[in-house]
């Protein structure tokens, strides 16, 4: 239970429960639900339990709702189907919260702890018996995708960086690439700014902690809405007028909309930030479009998958990196037409949500296997993970091929 | 043509009535009870839900107040399970009409030994959010919120284990006598027209509102009984503790939280016949207003219901007619005998549904006068079957039940977390039900989309089951649908629109629910 005047008891007892007509289409759209008999679906766990949730925790198999947000997306109603059940799984775990959902959640703590000896950690993670470990102790499944760190952070390689010849024309830009890719997908980080620099952007990198996204999923709300803030603080450090460049496609969504939706966060910095965040394909094609770029690329012939990832549908932008894709020559982009990979953020990693997640993400796997088996994109990481573990094939930003078009690899 | 034969026979089946046969059947009488209908559907199926503390009236009638916080704890001993523990909270408001009012009501409470707790209003408003926040005293009281059905269901059935019988749809037409004492009565089964004698030496005259017709049955005087009409409006439950302003009681000064719905009430205006309870619009827009008072905001809730009951009060000559807000609340019993000459028949009203096992109690200590046999009254001491003392309702039972059950059982009322199993094992034990008897047990249709999606389901679901034929069931369905919506249309805006429209394209649009074969035969 929350304390009764909080923003979780007040987004719990806000009229959004009750626009629910009942009609069910979130049904028909919720991923976990299509695979699993376990989970009661959206309708069910979302403002129906809703109405029966005074007292106790009852209901814990709310916990198999993925938070993928596709239920909220699809409600003609204007249901905050997922906010509520992240905030009601909130209130379950407030109490008895499974030290994985901890150690999971703190995605920098991870990076950094694993980074020194990254050869040796990302060895032990795939060693069988530390993984067998894992399952039995902290409950994350042994055959998980799990994170590969690199050996060298991207603020290292940003430390040593000198700016390309080509930046400065088109004015300054802030990069905003999370913790996953300062720890994990460094290469993504690396070639946004290279792509950046060659359109003509000047590029600033403030220091960036983590925005406490994998927390919120989690349900730990407190360090969560404290890790959002302490990044606000450091993006703030950079000047204020600059747009903030964003490869990062789910914590930009924290920054956007979800730190307040969900977890109420309701302070001016924030929305400041959230209002000058974009996503990085959306701000290119915008860019491009208005013809205030320098857009030589070459022909590229490749045909590939991409995914929109959950939660970048969430923030209501379209699908910005298949109009970006589109405009290289020789590019097919097939759009997967899946609705969630199955992850959703740590969902997968766990033990008893594994063989779900798989199936979740199962027609998305077979579609990447049908147009490009070695190649496909998404935006976000976690999914990326997911893709690659199930797939076998590299799973890439979509600015990995702008990367490519421009000459830059 | 049956006949059957009886020490007494308690007519009418609300919550009264139920507590005098199980009283009675525990004092070792045989003992038949008659409702016209289904149990506790008058003015026990239409009151207010509210389990009172005694604070509303100890100021005004503090032997009132005294007796429901007496009654309040024995119902948390024998019938738990149909009570939530909501606590309640009275307010004053700027600009009072009795300034005072505050003082006076922590005096009554202390001579009415009712528990009272004046409190900081800002921890009133953690206890409930949606108090008025303008709120300027706050006292703290052991209201509680109480399902009437399950109240009478349980008493009836802790009345069976003492050998009573329950006959529901059995109306009373006639109380025989002779020589100047009750003989027995005589009734119709409703659902099949046959005729039912009752042998018997006493009749307990339970009607509630319409005990005055029934007296008039044994041909006596008529007991003037004044309806007092009230109606009351059921939001999407938005509240979890008892709203009550702290005034002289009046119209509209309670909301109460009571399984998914959250309840202002209510009115109080005199009704010529219990029969037909009209609810008129300016009432709506008075409780509507009431409710912003109350819980700021009120408006903007989603409505679900309206209904509306009469309270059975005993014509009492110290006050007019038309103002039934100021008698006394305090249970009558008008004893035939003195009043008419007639031996054996007793006719008990007024009272609340939270001291109704008080007025039983009353009513056959009175019997007990008449024949000069004396038996302690145990009513207060054993719990009901099904409930153990202490052991309260609370909103999350049903979700807990369907955590459990969901894998294998559907759902068939999705609003109120009705599942087969509780549908089709009720209509086992009652197959000639109609849907809303089944309704009142299970809270089928009760939730927002009242009726929308489960109704069809059931009714198709207890033809399956080989409980109806297939013109009994749409018969039912209709009689359903009609019910619902004669609840709905009167509040019907805002938010309900939208589930009338979806449920009106399914019924009609998909089901076509309105050009199916009409009805030979009334549907009962
Ligand atoms: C608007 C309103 C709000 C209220 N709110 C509250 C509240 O919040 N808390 C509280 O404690 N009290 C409340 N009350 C009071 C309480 O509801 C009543 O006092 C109580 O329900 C009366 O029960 P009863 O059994 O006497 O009457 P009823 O429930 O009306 O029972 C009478 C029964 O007699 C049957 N009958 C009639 N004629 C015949 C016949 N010829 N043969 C056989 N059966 C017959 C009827 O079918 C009916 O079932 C409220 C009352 C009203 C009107
Ligand atoms: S889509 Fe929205 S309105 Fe429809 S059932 Fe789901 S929550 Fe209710
Ligand atoms: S957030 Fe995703 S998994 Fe959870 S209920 Fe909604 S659609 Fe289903």
């Given at each position: 239970?929350?304390?009764?005047?909080?923003?979780?008891?007040?987004?719990?007892?806000?009229?959004?429960?009750?626009?629910?007509v009942?009609?069910?289409?979130?049904?028909?759209?919720?991923?976990?639900?299509?695979?699993?008999?376990?989970?009661?679906?959206?309708?069910?766990?979302?403002?129906?339990?809703?109405?029966?949730?005074?007292?106790?925790?009852?209901?814990?198999?709310?916990?198999?709702?993925?938070?993928?947000?596709?239920?909220?997306?699809?409600?003609?109603?204007?249901?905050?189907?997922?906010?509520?059940?992240?905030?009601?799984?909130?209130?379950?775990?407030?109490?008895?919260?499974?030290?994985?959902?901890?150690?999971?959640?703190?995605?920098?703590?991870?990076?950094?702890?694993?980074?020194?000896?990254?050869?040796?950690?990302?060895?032990?993670?795939?060693?069988?018996?530390?993984?067998?470990?894992?399952?039995?102790?902290?409950?994350?499944?042994?055959?998980?995708?799990?994170?590969?760190?690199?050996?060298?952070?991207?603020?290292?390689?940003?430390?040593?960086?000198?700016?390309?010849?080509?930046?400065?024309?088109?004015?300054?830009?802030?990069?905003?690439?999370?913790?996953?890719?300062?720890?994990?997908?460094?290469?993504?980080?690396?070639?946004?700014?290279?792509?950046?620099?060659?359109?003509?952007?000047?590029?600033?990198?403030?220091?960036?902690?983590?925005?406490?996204?994998?927390?919120?999923?989690?349900?730990?709300?407190?360090?969560?809405?404290?890790?959002?803030?302490?990044?606000?603080?450091?993006?703030?450090?950079?000047?204020?007028?600059?747009?903030?460049?964003?490869?990062?496609?789910?914590?930009?969504?924290?920054?956007?909309?979800?730190?307040?939706?969900?977890?109420?966060?309701?302070?001016?910095?924030?929305?400041?930030?959230?209002?000058?965040?974009?996503?990085?394909?959306?701000?290119?094609?915008?860019?491009?479009?208005?013809?205030?770029?320098?857009?030589?690329?070459?022909?590229?012939?490749?045909?590939?998958?991409?995914?929109?990832?959950?939660?970048?549908?969430?923030?209501?932008?379209?699908?910005?990196?298949?109009?970006?894709?589109?405009?290289?020559?020789?590019?097919?982009?097939?759009?997967?037409?899946?609705?969630?990979?199955?992850?959703?953020?740590?969902?997968?990693?766990?033990?008893?949500?594994?063989?779900?997640?798989?199936?979740?993400?199962?027609?998305?796997?077979?579609?990447?296997?049908?147009?490009?088996?070695?190649?496909?994109?998404?935006?976000?990481?976690?999914?990326?993970?997911?893709?690659?573990?199930?797939?076998?094939?590299?799973?890439?930003?979509?600015?990995?091929?702008?990367?490519?078009?421009?000459?830059?690899? | 043509?049956?006949?059957?034969?009886?020490?007494?026979?308690?007519?009418?089946?609300g919550?009264?009535?139920?507590?005098?046969?199980?009283?009675?059947?525990?004092?070792?009488?045989?003992?038949?009870?008659?409702?016209r209908a289904d149990l506790a559907q008058g003015t026990s199926g239409r009151f207010h839900g509210?389990?009172?503390?005694?604070?509303?009236?100890?100021?005004?009638?503090?032997?009132?107040?005294?007796?429901?916080?007496?009654?309040?704890?024995?119902?948390?001993?024998?019938?738990?399970?149909?009570?939530?523990?909501?606590?309640?909270?009275?307010?004053?408001?700027?600009?009072?009409?009795?300034?005072?009012?505050?003082?006076?009501?922590?005096?009554?409470?202390?001579?009415?030994?009712?528990?009272?707790?004046?409190?900081?209003?800002?921890?009133?408003?953690?206890?409930?959010?949606?108090?008025?926040?303008?709120?300027?005293?706050?006292?703290?009281?052991?209201?509680?919120?109480?399902?009437g059905w399950?109240?009478?269901?349980?008493?009836?059935?802790?009345?069976?284990?003492?050998?009573?019988?329950?006959?529901?749809y059995?109306?009373?037409?006639?109380?025989?006598?002779?020589?100047?004492?009750?003989?027995?009565?005589?009734?119709?089964?409703a659902?099949?027209?046959?005729?039912?004698?009752?042998?018997?030496?006493?009749?307990?005259?339970?009607?509630g509102p319409w005990?005055?017709?029934?007296?008039?049955?044994?041909?006596?005087?008529?007991?003037?009984?004044?309806p007092g009409r009230g109606i009351m409006i059921a939001a999407d439950?938005?509240?979890?503790?008892?709203?009550?302003?702290?005034?002289?009681?009046?119209?509209?000064?309670?909301?109460?939280?009571c399984h998914g719905v959250s309840i202002i009430g209510t009115t109080?205006v005199?009704a010529d016949d219990p029969d037909h309870l009209p609810i008129p619009a300016d009432e709506v827009q008075k409780m509507l207003?009431?409710?912003?008072?109350?819980?700021?905001?009120?408006?903007?809730q989603r409505l679900l219901h309206v209904w509306t009951g009469a309270r059975?009060?005993?014509?009492?000559?110290?006050?007019?007619?038309?103002?039934?807000?100021?008698?006394?609340?305090?249970?009558?019993?008008?004893?035939?005998?003195?009043?008419?000459?007639?031996?054996?028949?007793?006719?008990?009203?007024?009272?609340?549904?939270?001291?109704?096992?008080?007025?039983?109690?009353?009513?056959?200590?009175?019997?007990?006068?008449?024949?000069?046999?004396?038996?302690?009254?145990?009513?207060?001491?054993?719990?009901?079957?099904?409930?153990?003392?202490?052991?309260?309702?609370?909103?999350?039972?049903?979700?807990?039940?369907?955590?459990?059950?969901?894998?294998?059982?559907?759902?068939?009322c999705?609003c109120e977390?009705?599942?087969?199993?509780?549908?089709?094992?009720?209509?086992?034990?009652?197959?000639?039900a109609t849907l809303d008897d089944l309704r009142r047990q299970l809270r089928l249709g009760m939730g927002p989309c009242q009726g929308g999606f489960c109704s069809s389901r059931a009714a198709?679901?207890?033809?399956?089951?080989?409980?109806?034929?297939?013109?009994r069931a749409t018969g039912l369905l209709r009689l359903f649908l009609t019910n619902r919506w004669y609840g709905l249309w009167p509040v019907l805006n805002g938010q309900q629109v939208a589930q009338a429209a979806l449920d009106d394209w399914i019924l009609q649009?998909?089901l076509?629910i309105g050009h199916l074969?009409a009805q030979?035969k009334e549907v009962i």
């Amino acid at each position: 239970m929350f304390e009764p005047t909080s923003h979780e008891a007040n987004l719990l007892a806000r009229a959004s429960v009750d626009q629910c007509v009942k009609c069910t289409i979130c049904e028909t759209q919720c991923p976990v639900m299509a695979v699993t008999p376990l989970f009661a679906g959206p309708k069910f766990v979302g403002p129906q339990a809703e109405r029966f949730r005074h007292g106790e925790s009852v209901d814990h198999t709310l916990d198999y709702c993925s938070s993928c947000g596709t239920c909220t997306l699809v409600c003609p109603q204007g249901v905050k189907i997922a906010e509520l059940n992240s905030v009601a799984r909130a209130a379950m775990k407030r109490d008895h919260m499974p030290p994985r959902d901890r150690l999971i959640s703190r995605t920098t703590l991870m990076g950094q702890a694993m980074r020194p000896i990254a050869p040796l950690a990302n060895a032990a993670l795939r060693a069988a018996p530390v993984r067998v470990l894992a399952e039995k102790i902290a409950g994350i499944h042994r055959d998980a995708a799990m994170p590969v760190s690199s050996g060298q952070p991207f603020h290292a390689w940003w430390a040593k960086h000198q700016p390309a010849p080509t930046a400065g024309p088109a004015g300054t830009v802030i990069f905003f690439h999370g913790c996953a890719g300062d720890y994990f997908e460094v290469a993504t980080s690396i070639q946004a700014v290279e792509v950046l620099e060659r359109l003509g952007f000047n590029v600033l990198v403030p220091k960036q902690g983590c925005c406490g996204m994998a927390l919120q999923s989690n349900g730990l709300y407190d360090t969560a809405r404290a890790w959002v803030r302490r990044l606000v603080a450091d993006l703030e450090k950079a000047p204020q007028d600059l747009v903030i460049v964003s490869t990062a496609g789910s914590c930009q969504g924290m920054l956007k909309h979800e730190a307040r939706e969900i977890m109420g966060v309701e302070d001016e910095s924030l929305q400041a930030i959230g209002t000058r965040t974009r996503d990085i394909c959306e701000f290119l094609l915008e860019k491009i479009e208005a013809g205030q770029l320098n857009f030589g690329v070459k022909r590229l012939d490749v045909t590939v998958t991409y995914h929109a990832p959950c939660q970048l549908k969430g923030q209501g932008m379209g699908q910005p990196a298949v109009e970006l894709l589109r405009l290289i020559p020789g590019v097919t982009v097939v759009e997967s037409g899946a609705t969630c990979c199955g992850i959703a953020g740590t969902y997968g990693f766990k033990k008893e949500k594994y063989e779900i997640a798989k199936a979740v993400g199962q027609p998305l796997f077979d579609k990447v296997k049908e147009v490009n088996p070695k190649l496909a994109l998404c935006d976000t990481e976690t999914c990326r993970w997911q893709i690659r573990q199930h797939t076998g094939a590299q799973v890439e930003h979509p600015i990995y091929l702008l990367h490519k078009a421009l000459g830059l690899s | 043509m049956r006949q059957l034969s009886a020490d007494v026979v308690v007519i009418g089946g609300g919550t009264t009535g139920v507590g005098v046969v199980r009283d009675v059947a525990m004092r070792g009488y045989k003992a038949i009870l008659l409702d016209r209908a289904d149990l506790a559907q008058g003015t026990s199926g239409r009151f207010h839900g509210l389990l009172h503390s005694g604070g509303r009236y100890v100021v005004t009638d503090p032997l009132s107040g005294t007796e429901c916080a007496e009654e309040n704890a024995i119902l948390g001993h024998i019938q738990a399970g149909a009570i939530e523990r909501t606590g309640g909270l009275f307010f004053t408001l700027p600009g009072d009409p009795d300034p005072d009012w505050g003082d006076k009501f922590l005096a009554g409470a202390a001579t009415a030994k009712v528990p009272v707790e004046e409190i900081e209003p800002s921890r009133a408003l953690k206890l409930e959010p949606r108090m008025n926040p303008t709120a300027e005293r706050v006292f703290r009281v052991e209201d509680g919120s109480v399902d009437g059905w399950q109240l009478a269901w349980s008493a009836a059935a802790s009345a069976k284990q003492y050998g009573a019988q329950i006959l529901t749809y059995t109306k009373a037409t006639e109380i025989t006598t002779a020589g100047g004492r009750v003989t027995g009565v005589r009734a119709t089964d409703a659902k099949t027209g046959e005729d039912v004698t009752i042998d018997c030496g006493f009749v307990l005259n339970c009607a509630g509102p319409w005990a005055g017709g029934v007296a008039a049955m044994a041909g006596c005087e008529p007991v003037a009984v004044v309806p007092g009409r009230g109606i009351m409006i059921a939001a999407d439950r938005f509240t979890n503790v008892v709203l009550n302003l702290c005034v002289k009681p009046a119209d509209g000064d309670i909301i109460v939280p009571c399984h998914g719905v959250s309840i202002i009430g209510t009115t109080d205006v005199k009704a010529d016949d219990p029969d037909h309870l009209p609810i008129p619009a300016d009432e709506v827009q008075k409780m509507l207003d009431a409710g912003e008072k109350l819980a700021p905001g009120f408006r903007q809730q989603r409505l679900l219901h309206v209904w509306t009951g009469a309270r059975p009060l005993i014509k009492d000559d110290r006050v007019a007619a038309s103002d039934t807000r100021h008698m006394s609340r305090g249970m009558a019993v008008v004893d035939h005998s003195t009043r008419d000459g007639l031996k054996g028949l007793l006719t008990i009203g007024g009272g609340k549904l939270t001291t109704y096992r008080l007025m039983a109690e009353h009513i056959v200590d009175a019997m007990e006068d008449q024949t000069g046999d004396h038996h302690p009254c145990r009513t207060a001491e054993e719990p009901c079957p099904g409930h153990e003392p202490g052991r309260y309702f609370a909103l999350n039972h049903r979700l807990k039940e369907r955590e459990a059950d969901r894998l294998s059982d559907q759902i068939i009322c999705e609003c109120e977390l009705m599942s087969r199993t509780m549908f089709t094992d009720l209509l086992k034990e009652q197959p000639n039900a109609t849907l809303d008897d089944l309704r009142r047990q299970l809270r089928l249709g009760m939730g927002p989309c009242q009726g929308g999606f489960c109704s069809s389901r059931a009714a198709g679901l207890a033809f399956e089951e080989g409980a109806i034929d297939i013109e009994r069931a749409t018969g039912l369905l209709r009689l359903f649908l009609t019910n619902r919506w004669y609840g709905l249309w009167p509040v019907l805006n805002g938010q309900q629109v939208a589930q009338a429209a979806l449920d009106d394209w399914i019924l009609q649009g998909l089901l076509d629910i309105g050009h199916l074969p009409a009805q030979t035969k009334e549907v009962i």
